[in-house]
């Protein structure tokens, strides 16, 4: 007797053998029981799920000679050549080599005959997208009214080149991907009759090289019985697989969590000396980072998670050992590389930066903690403006304003002096009045203004015509009740003339230079940005006009 595949002869010969596709056999069961027979089907999904092994089921169910049921004998003649695919009533047709319209048009003339034996004409036609355009608008008359003893069943890997009138004619059923369970389950069982020693580690393996398909997983066993026989070792299935090593992968994941540059390049050296296709290598790495993704964020990954139980069990592991923050950037960094490694004359340098950018970023500040210091500042920058004493940042000490230079012109920049660390400056009195009173702030701004221990010090250049002004009365009780309010507390304010100092020149004034040069001097070095700078790890680009 001739030797049968594997693939061939664990074919499932009825409804209840079929597996992963149990929403399409209820469907069709329920349907052949109430007797409400379509005349026509369609079979979508991928390759090797069930599309053609349920359209021949579904052809024993209708024909099968001890009447119409969904469990077929499968010993009467019918079954029997359904089966072996020589039923006369029953034609198979390949839609890629019989796609023409000639072949549509002689299978319109044969649909008007009677069957010749069974109870209905049955005609599979299989990978049906591959018709033609002409093709289809002849089917599409007979697929909508076909005499009541024909049955069409379509199968299509690729529906979205179907007509929607051809699909509109049709019940559509979508058969979904095997889940990896199932296919280890079955393959358990062909292992057990075949008398296949194999682990279920190599089991796995073979289901996940499938990707959902049965047909593929056993042609893969098939593969791996004539290439070690019935002794099966996972390396040697790992050799014939041309599998990425679990390990590898763990290795260089294990270097990114504990920092260590040298372990990721060493890595990806061994692998490129072992001829490990590194494109390839890219995508089953991406692979484990998701899964730890899935690990850390779901809290019942039932389903969602497939691998072994020790590639479980080191998954969990890589979960709690890195943060939520690092693992997202890393995540990121290496999604967004794949064009710069799949499309790369020579990968193994970008995946070598890719790893290395990985290592630098995944330790930076989590968003939780950003946030609050955004908070913070926001709270001293507020209680800045409305007067009260200003909370010192813990980061940024503030800095010592420069020496005084000689000014003449009123809009020439304030010399303010420094404050001491209890007391809030000069420059922030300023501020504050500027809100109610920019005409004051700018009298103000011509003066060195010092505040200690509540005592207010505005000192004018000798011969400055707006230390008259300040020293009117009305303008000193003016001054008087700004600085109360902007302190919170009863002060002493005083208006003089600094000391040491000397009449100035109207002459001499300030190039536009160098006022633009002084005042982003000031603004540099004032406490705030200086915090926000060291935070972000920033950098100043630009000054805004307005700051200046």
Same mark, same amino acid.
């Given at each position: 007797?001739?030797? #049968?595949?594997? =693939?061939?002869? $664990?074919?499932?010969?009825?409804?209840?053998?079929?597996?992963?596709? %149990?929403?399409?056999?209820? %469907?069709?069961?329920?349907?052949?029981?109430?007797?409400?027979?379509? +005349?026509?089907? /369609?079979?979508?999904?991928?390759?090797?799920?069930? &599309?053609?092994?349920?359209?021949?089921?579904?052809?024993?169910?209708?024909?099968?000679?001890?009447?119409?049921?969904?469990?077929?004998?499968? %010993?009467?003649?019918? *079954?029997?050549?359904?089966?072996?695919?020589?039923?006369?009533?029953?034609?198979?047709?390949?839609?890629?080599?019989?796609?023409?319209?000639?072949?549509?048009?002689?299978?319109?003339?044969?649909?008007?005959?009677?069957?010749?034996?069974?109870?209905?004409?049955?005609?599979?036609?299989?990978?049906? +997208?591959?018709?033609?355009?002409?093709?289809?608008?002849?089917? /599409?008359?007979?697929?909508?009214?076909?005499?009541?003893?024909?049955?069409?069943?379509?199968?299509?890997?690729?529906?979205? #080149?179907?007509?929607?009138?051809?699909?509109?004619? *049709?019940?559509?059923?979508?058969?979904?991907?095997?889940?990896?369970?199932?296919?280890?389950?079955?393959?358990? @069982?062909?292992?057990?009759?075949? +008398?296949?020693?194999?682990?279920?580690?190599?089991?796995?393996?073979?289901?996940?090289? =499938?990707?959902?398909?049965?047909?593929? =997983?056993?042609?893969?066993?098939?593969?791996?019985?004539?290439?070690?026989?019935?002794?099966?070792?996972?390396?040697?299935?790992? !050799?014939?697989?041309?599998?990425?090593?679990?390990?590898?992968?763990?290795?260089?994941?294990?270097?990114?969590?504990?920092?260590?540059?040298? =372990?990721?390049?060493?890595?990806?050296?061994?692998?490129?000396?072992?001829?490990?296709?590194?494109?390839?290598?890219?995508?089953? $790495?991406?692979?484990?980072?998701?899964?730890?993704?899935?690990?850390?964020?779901?809290?019942?990954?039932?389903?969602?998670?497939?691998?072994?139980?020790? !590639?479980?069990?080191?998954?969990?592991?890589?979960?709690?050992?890195?943060?939520?923050?690092? /693992?997202?950037?890393? $995540?990121?960094?290496?999604?967004?590389?794949?064009?710069?490694?799949?499309?790369?004359?020579?990968?193994?340098?970008?995946?070598?930066?890719?790893?290395?950018?990985?290592?630098?970023?995944?330790?930076?500040?989590?968003?939780?903690?950003?946030?609050?210091?955004?908070?913070?500042?926001?709270?001293?920058?507020?209680?800045?403006?409305?007067?009260?004493?200003?909370?010192?940042?813990?980061?940024?000490?503030?800095?010592?304003?420069?020496?005084?230079?000689?000014?003449?012109?009123?809009?020439?920049?304030?010399?303010? *002096?420094?404050?001491?660390?209890?007391?809030?400056?000069?420059?922030?009195?300023?501020?504050?009045?500027?809100?109610?009173?920019?005409?004051?702030?700018?009298?103000?701004? @011509?003066?060195?203004?010092?505040?200690?221990?509540?005592?207010? %010090?505005?000192?004018?250049?000798?011969?400055?015509?707006?230390?008259?002004?300040? &020293?009117?009365?009305?303008?000193?009780?003016? /001054?008087?009740?700004? *600085?109360?309010?902007?302190?919170?507390?009863?002060?002493?304010?005083?208006?003089?003339?600094?000391?040491?100092?000397?009449?100035?020149?109207?002459?001499?004034?300030?190039?536009?230079?160098?006022?633009?040069?002084?005042?982003?001097?000031?603004?540099?070095?004032?406490?705030?940005?200086?915090?926000?700078?060291?935070?972000?790890?920033?950098?100043?680009?630009?000054?805004?006009?307005?700051?200046?």
């Amino acid at each position: 007797m001739a030797y #049968k595949v594997l =693939a061939r002869k $664990f074919r499932p010969q009825t409804f209840g053998e079929v597996i992963g596709q %149990t929403h399409v056999t209820r %469907t069709l069961v329920n349907s052949i029981r109430e007797g409400r027979i379509a +005349h026509a089907f /369609l079979f979508a999904g991928e390759r090797g799920v069930g &599309k053609t092994s349920v359209a021949r089921i579904l052809a024993k169910a209708l024909n099968c000679h001890t009447g119409l049921s969904d469990q077929p004998c499968g %010993t009467c003649p019918s *079954c029997i050549e359904i089966a072996a695919g020589t039923c006369i009533d029953v034609h198979e047709i390949d839609g890629a080599s019989n796609r023409g319209v000639d072949d549509i048009r002689t299978l319109r003339e044969n649909v008007r005959y009677l069957p010749t034996r069974d109870r209905y004409k049955i005609y599979i036609i299989d990978e049906v +997208h591959m018709l033609t355009e002409q093709a289809f608008n002849a089917l /599409l008359k007979t697929l909508e009214e076909p005499p009541s003893h024909v049955v069409f069943i379509l199968a299509t890997t690729e529906p979205h #080149k179907i007509p929607d009138t051809i699909i509109s004619r *049709c019940l559509r059923f979508d058969f979904r991907r095997i889940p990896t369970k199932e296919i280890i389950a079955h393959l358990e @069982q062909i292992a057990r009759q075949e +008398h296949i020693s194999i682990t279920r580690h190599g089991l796995y393996l073979i289901a996940r090289e =499938a990707e959902g398909s049965m047909r593929d =997983a056993q042609s893969i066993l098939e593969r791996a019985v004539s290439y070690c026989g019935s002794q099966i070792e996972d390396h040697d299935l790992q !050799d014939m697989l041309g599998h990425i090593d679990r390990r590898q992968l763990f290795n260089i994941m294990e270097g990114i969590i504990a920092g260590d540059p040298h =372990a990721c390049i060493d890595g990806i050296a061994r692998l490129y000396d072992a001829g490990v296709d590194l494109k390839r290598w890219y995508y089953a $790495f991406l692979e484990l980072l998701r899964d730890i993704r899935i690990i850390k964020m779901v809290p019942d990954q039932t389903g969602l998670v497939e691998a072994s139980d020790e !590639d479980l069990r080191q998954i969990h592991e890589a979960a709690e050992r890195i943060s939520d923050e690092g /693992l997202q950037r890393c $995540f990121r960094l290496w999604f967004s590389a794949e064009n710069d490694i799949v499309r790369s004359a020579n990968p193994k340098i970008a995946l070598e930066v890719c790893l290395l950018e990985m290592l630098q970023v995944k330790e930076s500040v989590p968003i939780d903690e950003l946030l609050s210091t955004i908070e913070h500042l926001q709270q001293h920058l507020e209680r800045s403006s409305t007067g009260s004493r200003a909370v010192p940042l813990p980061a940024q000490p503030r800095p010592a304003p420069a020496a005084p230079a000689p000014r003449s012109s009123p809009r020439a920049e304030a010399q303010v *002096c420094a404050a001491t660390p209890s007391e809030p400056s000069g420059e922030e009195l300023i501020a504050f009045i500027a809100r109610t009173d920019a005409k004051f702030a700018a009298y103000l701004r @011509q003066a060195c203004i010092t505040i200690e221990d509540g005592k207010v %010090t505005v000192a004018f250049p000798e011969g400055d015509i707006f230390l008259d002004i300040m &020293k009117e009365a009305q303008t000193e009780q003016k /001054l008087n009740d700004l *600085c109360r309010s902007f302190l919170q507390r009863n002060v002493t304010v005083t208006v003089q003339t600094q000391p040491g100092g000397e009449k100035k020149n109207r002459n001499l004034t300030e190039s536009p230079d160098q006022i633009k040069r002084k005042r982003e001097q000031q603004v540099l070095h004032n406490p705030v940005v200086q915090q926000v700078l060291k935070t972000f790890n920033g950098k100043i680009v630009a000054i805004h006009p307005a700051d200046r």
